[in-house]
């Protein structure tokens, strides 16, 4: 990778705090007990603090072992036949992805949001291996050219000092300006993925809406910002209640004429 921000993994990440009470998690405790509980955990920690969002293996016994050697005190032998199963079981749930596991690597959709999400918070570049990626980024509000905190930054040679006044015209000037910029990071930190789910968007809806954000972005250049789009989802049920077919209709509508705005975003 290119540019300014080289580094892939992170030295922490986020765990939530109703882990334990997720109905995943407690489906792997009732299969694999505390082990299935650990394996998981190892699986994120391993990935994250390494390339990411991502895991190379030579084969999923080898690899459960690694677990084993490190969550377990004794019977490693057992401990990573139990590894083994739970790894086989997230695959076969969706959580790992099993097409890439047939081929040595442990990845899933879940782990390369939350990589995703990782990156914009800590502002790096976000890039995927093509054959790993399983997320559209489309799906996020993503720059094209991330900018970090140093950038945002005003030098002090920039600041004229020919006039009191006018040094301190331009240092109110910059923090205005590094206050909004602030804003707008603050604001496209949530996914879109996180906004349908908060707005409970169906599956179908959700598809159409990410193909015109597409279409804004591919034909107009134009970023869907969070707020416009909470907006856009508030005024379809509006419109249209619970018919979801008449909402998709109106959202196609759009992207087949071109279309830059919905109608009932004309709707005041």
């Known amino acids: 990778m290119a540019g300014r921000n080289t580094k892939t993994n992170f030295d922490f990440f986020r765990l939530d705090t109703d882990f334990f009470s997720n109905k995943k998690i407690k489906a792997l405790r009732r299969h694999f007990g505390s082990v299935g509980i650990l394996t998981y955990l190892y699986i994120l920690s391993y990935t994250y603090g390494n390339d990411g969002y991502y895991i190379r293996i030579d084969s999923v016994e080898e690899f459960a072992y690694d677990i084993a050697e490190s969550i377990g005190n004794s019977n490693l032998t057992q401990i990573a036949s139990v590894a083994t199963d ?96 602030k804003e707008i990071k603050k604001e496209n930190l949530q996914t879109y993925d996180e906004i349908f789910e908060d707005m409970g968007v169906s599956t179908r809806l959700k598809s159409c809406l990410i193909d015109f954000i597409r279409h804004l972005k591919t034909s107009f250049q134009v970023l869907m910002i969070n707020s416009r789009l909470e907006k856009l989802i508030i005024k379809l049920d509006e419109k249209y209640g619970l018919d979801d077919v008449a909402k998709c209709k109106e959202v196609r509508r759009a992207i087949v004429n071109g279309y830059k705005r919905l109608e009932c975003e004309e709707i005041t």
């Open 86 to 181: 739970c790894i086989n079981y997230l695959a076969s749930r969706g959580e790992i992805n099993k097409h890439l596991l047939d081929k040595g690597v442990i990845s899933g959709e879940s782990i390369q949001r939350h990589y995703i999400k990782m990156c914009l918070a800590s502002k790096r570049k976000v890039e995927f291996i093509q054959e790993y990626q399983l997320v559209d980024t489309l799906e996020y509000p993503i720059e094209e050219n991330p900018i970090s905190s140093e950038e945002i930054a005003i030098s002090s040679e920039e600041i004229p000092i020919n006039s009191e006044d006018k040094q301190h015209i331009k240092l109110n000037k910059n923090k205005e300006d590094k206050v909004s910029k």
